[in-house]
């Protein structure tokens, strides 16, 4: 054999095993498309940063004057002389008597902050206490409130307060048992008619809202962008690329595409810090998925929508829903091409004692339509309404027909159904009731499965670590099943359990390699037996 021609045979045989190994280790297919291959969305929620949550980082609210009385709050008010309740009759729109023994919604006001000092109450029935100028009776009839129906409240230590109108007298009890702003002079803190007991029913919301109208916008503006430049930065991506997470879920508040300067009292500057994920999450090969969390008008009631007072408007007003859907597009337009976008969430939690599934899914099937104009193939993801509602009606609701996702929320949480489960209660039930209904989402033939949020926290009170390795096992042994992947919730947080980072760290919480080290090592496997065959046989 000529010698040219074996050196040849050699060089070529050795050069095509070579090549074929690089190939197969640095090649990517894909399953969930934007994904490596084999993958689904192994993700964590990026929750309490662009959208806040009180009871994720406290410390936020602590420099409020009058912190407890927040927008939202609610109060109920007696008077110490006649030792009864101020009442709005039928829950509103009617007359206001100090004639109730016990206190139930009738007697209890959601406040509307103005100042620290300044409120508007609003009823059950959702309109507002008003009295216009001295010597009025108030009533329960303003339908939106501005200067008669504000209030100046002044408050001592023992939580007695006084009531007077806007640059005009106090309120005291009245002959008939009504309230009216008549009180001659400065009433002292003794007993008398223009003296209440204010009790705090519920201090329950601490969001965008109360945060940004609790500080005044200056102070609020310099609160929220040293939390924006701190709390998530590119050392939590390293973090999560290293631990073996390949998408990030980040909550979004719908006046984000009103950036720089958002309606009062949101604060600017969301957005560049959207911009930062993005470059950060790409250079780290991890995908993020835009979730509409707080929608105009609140869509649950609850903080994490922005809520002012704990009022679902989203569903009453086709204004709240066409500025949503404008919100959707105003993000898909700006990312679509951006390579870290996997997909856009048209609406977080919508309650399904407010939001009928009419409207959802009507407003999902604009939604669709919108980020189909932009693009082909981001995931678009709906989610379930939470309450008593069936995950089906989504999932058969011919929302789109490319790439949709239903996404599910899954707490061993917040129902009493819950609470007295042991250990192995909680475990057996991801294993038998969760994961049999995911088995059924699985072999129907419609949108992907997504397990958006879900936490490594149960009611269990004595659970020791061994406890919750295994309750977060079960949960990613179902949950690692659905066809689309999972996000954990959150990232960081003050309570220990509910902090992704803070799980991974102490080991209390296991999931493996991460994707991209076990296609690369798999790969590399299929590299090296090409090698060899290559070697032995040619």
Not at 489 to 513: A, C, M, P, S, V
């Amino acid at each position: 054999m000529d010698y040219a021609f074996l050196m040849e045979l050699v060089f070529t045989k050795w050069a095509c095993a070579f090549l074929l190994s690089c190939f197969l280790i640095t090649c990517r297919v894909y399953s969930v498309e934007g994904l490596l291959r084999d993958s689904k969305v192994r993700g964590v929620n990026l929750g309490g940063w662009l959208v806040i949550e009180g009871w994720i980082k406290p410390s936020l609210f602590d420099a409020i004057a009058n912190g407890d009385m927040l927008d939202g709050t609610e109060v109920q008010f007696k008077s110490v002389t006649l030792q009864q309740y101020v009442s709005a009759d039928n829950g509103g729109g009617m007359n206001v008597t100090v004639d109730r023994d016990v206190p139930s919604s009738w007697e209890t006001f959601r406040l509307w902050r103005v100042s620290q000092s300044e409120f508007q109450f609003r009823t059950a029935q959702g309109q507002f206490l008003t009295c216009d100028g001295g010597g009025c009776t108030v009533s329960a009839t303003a339908k939106s409130p501005s200067t008669s129906e504000t209030f100046e409240v002044q408050r001592n230590e023992k939580n007695r307060i006084h009531i007077k109108i806007k640059n005009g007298p106090y309120l005291q009890v009245t002959t008939g048992n009504q309230l009216a702003a008549n009180y001659p002079g400065a009433p002292g803190w003794d007993d008398n008619s223009a003296t209440f007991e204010m009790t705090m029913v519920s201090n329950n919301l601490h969001g965008d809202y109360q945060l940004a109208n609790g500080y005044g916008h200056d102070s609020a503006e310099d609160v929220l962008r040293r939390h924006r430049n701190s709390f998530i930065t590119i050392e939590d991506f390293k973090f999560l690329y290293e631990h073996g997470i390949n998408t990030v879920r980040i909550p979004v508040g719908w006046w984000i595409a009103f950036d720089p300067d958002p309606p009062s009292p949101f604060i600017g500057g969301s957005l560049e810090a959207l911009d930062n994920a993005f470059s950060w999450a790409q250079e780290y090969d991890i995908k993020c998925i835009i979730d509409l969390h707080a929608a105009p008008g609140s869509q649950n009631g609850m903080e994490h929508s922005a809520s002012r007072d704990g009022f679902t408007g989203w569903p009453t007003s086709p204004d709240y829903i066409s500025k949503s859907l404008h919100v959707i597009e105003f993000l898909i337009s700006r990312y679509a091409k951006h390579p870290a976008l996997l997909g856009i969430e048209l609406l977080n939690e919508p309650s399904a004692g407010t939001v009928s599934v009419d409207i959802l899914i009507s407003y999902y099937k604009q939604g669709y339509q919108i980020v189909r104009k932009y693009s082909p193939s981001a995931y678009v993801i709906v989610c379930q309404r939470i309450g008593n509602a069936d995950p089906l009606e989504l999932y058969q609701a011919n929302i789109g027909s490319t790439n949709l996702v239903l996404d599910l929320h899954f707490y061993n949480l917040f129902d009493t159904f819950f609470v007295n489960m042991s250990t192995t209660d909680n475990i057996q039930y991801i294993y038998k009731s969760r994961e049999n209904m995911l088995q059924a989402f699985n072999n129907s033939n419609g949108p992907l499965v997504f397990i958006g949020e879900w936490v490594n926290e149960w009611n269990v009170t004595s659970g020791s670590q061994t406890d919750y390795l295994e309750f977060g096992k079960a949960q990613l042994d179902v949950y690692n099943a659905v066809s689309f992947g999972w996000c954990y919730w959150t990232i960081k947080n003050d309570r220990e359990h509910w902090d992704f980072e803070w799980n991974i760290r102490k080991n209390y919480l296991q999931f493996g390699n991460s994707p991209r080290k076990q296609n690369i090592y798999t790969l590399g496997l299929f590299g090296l037996a090409f090698t060899w065959f290559c070697l032995h046989f040619l």
